[in-house]
Each structure stands twice: as C-alpha cells, then as structure tokens.
C-alpha cells in the first residue's frame, strides 16, 4: 500500500506537469512505452529494484533505453526518479500516470468475459450500453472463457453484471442444497 501512495504522488506531479505545459499526450504515450518496458522485461525490473546495483549504473541503464525514445521532459523526470533512489517505482508510476490520464480523459476501463467471441456488431451494442449507463467513454478489454458456457461478465470499476449460465447453475446448485424437502428423496 505505501508503494502505491508513493507512486501515486509521482505519477500525479508529473501527470499535473503535463497538463500545464499542454504536453499530456505525448507524455501518456511515454508513459505507456515505459509501463510495457517493465512489464514485458523481468530483468530491467529487477536491476531497477536491486539495492546491489549503483545508483549511476540505473541511471545509465535508464538513459540507454529510454533516451532516444521519449520526450525531454520524461527523459528528465526518469532522472529525477533516478536521483532521488524511487527507480523501483517506475512501473507503479507509469500505471498510476495511466489511470489518472483516463480518468482526466472521461474513459473507463470495461472487462467481459463470455463464451466466445465477441462479433462487431455486438462488441459496438455493448460499448454504446456502458458508454449511457457509465457516462464514459468505454475501452472495452475481452476475455474468452468457455467454462461460463453461456452469457457474460462484466466488470467497470468496482461494479460487476454477472449473468453467465455458469452463475446460474451455481446458484440453482446452492437452492437445491438448501431445500430440505428435496433433499430426503
């Protein structure tokens, strides 16, 4: 917990940053390159949390990967990062900048799971439904899950609509089980 309350405090500065000198697109972008550098690479993350490896040995690290491929002002704020010993939060940052960036931008995160699938036509129907009940723009992330085996999941933020036939099932399981009349036949 206290990792994220540090890393949100850096994402924030640098997120507050941005919109004031009017380069928060490019910025985002920067961001999202180094959260899927992170993400993508088990080693980086590991030299740029290792209290063994010096200080100027990540910040070159950070230089040599980076440099070439993100903004000056980014590039400075991973020096910063750097100096000040919170390299180790580089990928919370970068997933904090994210979030703030898409709750600025009025966009929320949708997950659904179903069966198969999702076609075109149904994929729009359903982004257009959570779009008016959310009041949001919608970036929709699919999961296939065949033991659902029929209907979907959905969950947007902390909510969840549940109405898979495999939910169904299990709550028709746990009825019977507490029927007490059925249950001596």
């Known amino acids: 917990m206290r990792e994220r309350k540090i890393a ?88 904090c900048f994210t979030e703030l960036y898409l709750e600025h931008q009025n966009i929320k995160s949708a997950t659904i799971r179903t069966a198969v699938p999702l076609d075109e036509p149904l994929r729009r129907k359903v982004i257009a439904l959570l779009e008016e009940q959310t009041r949001a723009r919608i970036q929709l992330n699919e999961e296939v899950d065949p033991e659902l085996i029929g209907g979907f999941i959905i969950n947007v933020g902390d909510q969840q609509y549940d109405t898979s036939i495999q939910r169904k099932l299990l709550l028709l399981r746990r009825e019977f089980e507490g029927n007490i009349y059925i249950r001596g036949f």
């Open 8 to 95: 949100y405090r850096y994402a924030k500065a640098l997120f507050d940053y941005a919109v004031e000198e009017k380069i928060l697109e490019k910025v985002n972008a920067d961001m999202d390159l180094i959260g899927k550098v992170c993400a993508q690479n088990r080693e980086f993350r590991l030299v740029l949390k290792s209290p063994i490896v010096h200080k100027r040995k990540k910040t070159a690290i950070l230089r040599r990967i980076f440099q070439e491929h993100v903004t000056t002002e980014t590039f400075t704020y991973l020096q910063i990062i750097a100096k000040k010993s919170r390299e180790n939060y580089i990928q919370d940052i970068a997933v």
